[in-house]
């Protein structure tokens, strides 16, 4: 069975501080996609990143990087220098190749402070 | 505008008393799914559909149903709702690929049981 863990359940840091959102995933695909989303304080969700399972290149948007790592079934989340509208849930989550089962994590609260 | 659209956003109703989430989506999209978030659990996928008239469970679906016969639409409907019901619903929607593409969600509906 799929599983995504997120075990930081909330983070709070000062504007300007770089934070790290952990995420570590179980599956037996061998084909598999792995997600960020953000929902903000107004609910909606808002997708960030996809990265399949034979990439695993690292990605860098603006502020925000990830860090893919098969060996250690990972796809950490960083912003650098962060903002007070960088406040949010922050989900993680993962699919299967073609089907419709997406498992997402319990998801991260991030607050940054000014 | 490409977009995910949910009916009613906000409703309060009582334990038993059948009610209907409507979803649409104008982006022609094959796959559509139900959630709900709850507190500490993330998403949980309730049904999902891959196609017009192809429907089936997802982790949680008990105590809901769902029909697709239009490619747009993908109502939620829940005959004999209970207290344990309440929650924030996300519909969904992907392109062709299922989980290989983002899902576009719609903007929630809270949903109160009492």
């Known amino acids: 069975a799929q599983k995504v863990t997120q075990a930081q359940t909330e983070i709070s840091v000062v504007e300007k501080e770089d934070v790290t959102l952990d995420c570590v995933y179980e599956t037996r695909d061998t084909t598999y996609y792995l997600f960020w989303y953000k929902q903000p304080p107004s609910g909606e969700l808002v997708f960030l990143i996809r990265r399949n399972s034979f990439d695993e290149q690292n990605e860098i948007s603006g502020r925000y990087s990830w860090n893919f790592q098969k060996s250690t079934s990972s796809f950490n989340f960083t912003i650098t220098a962060s903002q007070v509208v960088d406040s949010a849930v922050y989900f993680c989550a993962l699919s299967e190749d073609y089907g419709q089962n997406f498992v997402f994590g319990p998801g991260t609260r991030l607050s940054v402070l000014p | ?114």
């Open chain 2, 1 to 114: 505008e490409a977009q995910v659209t949910q009916n009613p956003r906000y409703l309060i109703t009582v334990t038993g008393k059948k009610l209907t989430v409507t979803c649409s989506q104008n982006m022609n999209h094959e796959y559509m799914s139900w959630y709900r978030q709850d507190p500490g659990l993330g998403l949980r996928q309730i049904y999902y559909s891959m196609n017009v008239e192809v429907t089936d469970k997802g982790d949680v679906p008990e105590g809901y149903k769902v029909s697709r016969k239009e490619k747009r639409n993908f109502p939620l409907i829940l005959e004999s709702p209970s207290p344990n019901q309440t929650s924030l619903y996300f519909c969904a929607s992907t392109a062709r690929g299922g989980g290989r593409n983002e899902q576009f969600f719609g903007p929630g509906t809270r949903l109160t049981v009492l």
